[in-house]
């Protein structure tokens, strides 16, 4: 008996193993308080963007991965790259900014 609850325990660890470690995070997956972390501190930079007068926070795309923010479109100058960079660094819980945000060609 005691050799079939041990073949039984050992059984039920493995199936329950792959179920365990799906739900930790991983390099490519955040657990889900990293991932409302992220969309908290994307949803205060853009509310941030939008309160601010040299910014068009429409232009202006927001990501968050684990603290980092990754700014990205269109704007017509570079201060406004610059002061939507600044803004986002101001943000609680922001680690780092990656400014990928292109100034439109003047025409």
Do not use: H, W
């Amino acid at each position: 008996m005691t050799s079939r609850r041990t073949m039984l325990t050992a059984a039920l660890a493995a199936l329950a193993l792959p179920v365990v470690s799906a739900c930790t995070p991983t390099r490519s997956r955040e657990s889900v308080g990293e991932y409302i972390d992220d969309a908290t501190i994307t949803t205060r930079v853009k509310a941030a963007l939008v309160d601010d007068p040299q910014v068009k926070a429409r232009e202006v795309n927001v990501e968050t991965s684990r603290g980092v923010v990754q700014l990205s479109g269109f704007v017509a100058k570079s201060g406004d790259a610059e002061r939507a960079v600044e803004i986002a660094r101001k943000i609680p819980g922001v680690k780092s900014v990656k400014n990928d945000i292109r100034i439109k060609p003047a025409y």
